[in-house]
């Protein structure tokens, strides 16, 4: 609920800070002044804290900038808290909703006093506020939100979530049997293509490491008759006259059999020849090998040049990479694979899809059921709230339609619409359209007091609520107010004295008017001040001692 409102430079108020509750109270407040104070401009101030439009007109005269700022106390379940840590913001127990306006029309948001949009604004707003005035077309005036408000006062959130869950699973269905069908139609518009790209790549049974693996022996055996020449001279090399084997073998003979008789002189020399003529024979023998395979094979490098090309030709026609081919001809396998036998998986996920329908069409209509009866029982409740608000000849109507398929959602089957005729006889036609604005007033609060414990909104304000009226109804019309305020914070904007001597708190707007320039400042009244305001709104400009009486009359009775 609203605990405080702070403007600065906002058309004729200059500096304003007012408390309006302290945390986890709610009550009935009173605003109250003369005719021209100033009572909408507040409610305009208000609007701006919570993302209505603005502009440069909205900036007191000299000022550079207006702003206002209005804190609430979040309960720990508020559906604000979510919406605040999805985009990302601290969410703490008080909320700060902040906007300043520059003189030269330019604005800022902020959220907890971290920048945020306008849009940001109004959405966390519409959780926290309900301005019910007499032109505003949102609120319970917003056909939008009339199914929701009739399921909450019917108590169908079990009814709900089988119809939310039943939607899901139907949509997921749906979904599930169009891709299947999606794909199974690109698949026979192609199919002629996948089965020749099939083939292709079954003659040329791709791998993965294909194309380095003979890139590789292609270099080689490019390379390989230079190679073999060199292994060849090498060899010679090792082989030419006597040999090196043959001459490392004869001077080992000749020092192992004189080693004994050295005295250990010729030790190292004959390792040392030994390693020689091993390290020597495993030279000879893998040169020799390497002579064998580096043979240059002409047929067989043509061989490899052909498939390398066959599959980088291939892998370009498909736009992929050569080392990618093993995948794709997969995957096309798997799509003749399900174009040959998918018939039977398309009929399974087609009766998915219909027992998924179904489910939601009997969850739906439970629900539109339940929904006439809560319907019934509004309508009833609303009803009895008409007399007393001088209503008695008007006629409340919730009506219930059946949406086309097209329109059918998660909320369910049904467009749920309020409706009202003022005079016997008349149709019934939507709640916004009554052409008296004290009428819709006091409809709107002949509905909010039925659905006080309906929606996200701990306040709610009423903007001249009791417009032409006075006497009775307005003493009823207060009497409802203060039966609200018993769930929600309300704030009224009254001409009334019934209804400002039923409040819990009243303000007093003052309008201050010198030569060149007019003010507007907001007093919080004592019980002193309240009793002279009252008298005042019963005598008019001049405060008589018959007026006091009154006053005080008024006040005990409803005390």
Known sequence: MLVSLSIRDFVLIEKLDLGFARAGQGGLGALTGETGAGKSILIDAFGLALGARADSSAVRRGAAQASVAAAFDLPKAHPAHAILTDQGLASEDILTLRRMVGADGRGRAFVNDQPASVALLRRLGDTLVEIQGQMEQHGLLDIATHRAALDAFAGLEKQAEAVRAAWQDWRISERARADAEAAAEAAR????????????????????????????????LRAGSALGEAVTQALAEIEQGRGTLAALGAAH???ERNADKAAGHLDLSLAALARALSETTEAQAQLEAARDALEFDPARLEKIEERLFALRAVARKHNVAVPELAALAERMTSQLTALDSGEAGLKNLAAAAKAARAGYVGAAEMQATARRKGAARLDKAVAAELGPLKLEKAKFVTELASLPE??????????????????????????????????????????????????????????????????ATAAAVGERLKRLAREVQ???????????????????????????????????????GRREEIARMLSGAEVTAEARAAADRLLATTG
């Open 253 to 255: 003979r000749l020092i």
């Open 406 to 471: 097209a329109e059918w959602s998660e909320a369910g089957t049904d467009r749920v619409q309020f409706t009202v005729s003022t005079n016997p006889g008349m149709p019934p036609a939507p709640i916004a359209r009554i052409a008296s604005g004290g009428e819709l007033s006091r409809f709107l609060l002949a509905l909010k007091v039925c659905l006080a414990k309906v929606g996200d909104a701990a306040t709610i304000v009423f903007d001249e609520v009791d417009s032409g009226i006075g006497g």
């Open 189 to 220: 518009r192609d199919e002629d293509f996948l089965r020749h790209s099939v083939q292709e790549l079954e003659a040329l049974s791709p791998k993965p490491d294909d194309e380095s693996t003979l890139a590789a022996e292609r270099q080689l």
């Open 490 to 528: 309300v704030l009224v904007v009254t001409h009334s004295p019934q209804v400002a001597a039923v409040a819990d708190r009243h303000w007093l707007i003052r309008k201050t008017t010198t030569r060149n320039s007019a003010s507007t400042d907001v007093l919080a009244l004592d019980a002193k």
